[in-house]
């Protein structure tokens, strides 16, 4: 379980930080989705010169900080929506709901 928390985490992590590195300064960010742009950097070999980028805090306690409360938001997030849509599909959601949260 831990594992895959962790792993879920740096997967979260990897794709916040790239979408604030390249942002939307990126010139092909929009026709090469979900690793492409990796692939068009590779080629054309000028990524990190020509935008800006955002740099992270370097203490490494607030870097933790940021990403295990981001990480625990957007699970939450997706978790609460899950729920309600569950519950939807019960017969008494009245009773089952306020049951499967606790």
């Given at each position: 379980m831990v594992g895959?928390?962790?792993l879920l985490s740096?997967?979260?992590?990897?794709g916040v930080r790239e979408r604030l590195c390249r942002g939307p300064h990126h010139p092909h960010?929009?026709?090469?989705?979900?690793?492409?742009d990796r692939l068009w950097?590779?080629?054309?070999?000028?990524?990190s010169e020509d935008r800006p980028r955002v740099r992270a805090p370097?203490?490494?306690a607030v870097?933790?900080?940021?990403?295990?409360?981001s990480v625990?938001?957007?699970?939450?997030?997706?978790?609460?929506?899950?729920?309600?849509n569950m519950?939807?599909?019960?017969?008494?959601?009245?009773?089952a709901s306020p049951r499967a949260v606790f």
């Open positions: 895959l928390i962790v740096a997967i979260a992590w990897v960010r929009d026709r090469y989705p979900a690793g492409g950097c590779a080629a054309h070999e000028r990524c370097g203490d490494a870097l933790g900080a940021i990403l295990s409360g625990i938001a957007f699970f939450a997030f997706i978790g609460f929506e899950d729920i309600e519950a939807e599909e019960t017969i008494d959601p009245e009773t």
